[in-house]
């Protein structure tokens, strides 16, 4: 079975330029969840979804951060404009909503902008 | 707030010495307890949990027991092999209480392992 897929796996971009990142979760998981790894803060929850609706935004840091999920199949987290200080690895995962907790990442996309 | 204190890496063992990596945690309520495992370039992985006090999370010859009168969920492994190396999450799961946080997880910092032949 495939996992969770994102791409690209790698994205260089300058700052000020809109950078998008793409999920695809595992077939029948019903929830998505977005996450941002760096040295300096660990993994940080950004958002997660349930049945396509965004349950949870607290992690998401500032407005210039969206994310949406317009199928099951399907989820964005889009950075506009971009900054230096968003550079980090994202990775999706996806769940059952009834084993929330048993999560399933995938490889993550590596972000530098500079 | 939930939080979970992993001790400080990095580890770095040689192949067939005993593993263990500390993990304590503070939470209200009774929440499951993981470990996941993060390997080169790729994502998380989920190695074992635990739902409730006194049970023992197993996979892979790694063990952790939830010891709630410590607040602890040790991760340990009798021999470790070079494959081993990788980076080391204990997190936590609140209980189901209504609202958003219910399946949240909680990670600690991670502890990178490094296993030499």
């Known amino acids: 079975d495939a996992g969770v897929i994102q791409s690209p796996r790698h994205e260089v971009t300058e700052m000020g330029q809109e950078v998008t990142l793409r999920c695809k979760p595992i077939s029948g998981h019903n929830s998505l969840f977005w996450y941002r790894q760096t040295m300096m803060r660990g993994l940080e929850l950004l958002i997660y979804f349930n049945n396509n609706v965004p349950i949870d935004d607290s992690g998401m840091p500032e407005d210039r951060f969206s994310a949406k999920m317009p199928n099951a199949s399907f989820s964005t987290l889009k950075i506009q404009p971009s900054e230096p200080r968003d550079s980090a690895v994202y990775f999706c995962?996806?769940?059952?909503?009834?084993?929330?907790?048993?999560?399933?990442f995938g490889p993550g996309t590596r972000l530098t902008v500079t | 707030g939930n939080s979970v204190t992993q001790m400080e890496g990095p580890v770095t063992l040689s192949e067939e010495a005993f593993l263990t990596i500390n993990c304590t945690y503070t939470?209200?309520?009774?929440?499951?307890l993981f470990w996941y495992v993060q390997y080169p370039g790729e994502g998380l992985q989920l190695l074992l949990k635990a739902t409730k006090a006194d049970d023992k999370g197993s996979n892979k010859g790694f063990e952790a027991t939830y010891r709630k009168e410590t607040t602890s969920f040790h991760l340990e492994k009798g021999s470790v092999q070079v494959s081993d190396s990788a980076v080391y999450f204990c997190a936590l799961s609140a209980p189901y209480a209504g609202g958003t946080s219910y399946g949240k997880l909680t990670f600690g910092q991670g502890t990178i392992l490094t296993v030499h032949p």
């Open positions: 939470a209200t309520g009774y929440p499951s």
């Open positions: 995962a996806s769940s059952r909503s009834t084993r929330l907790d048993e999560q399933y």
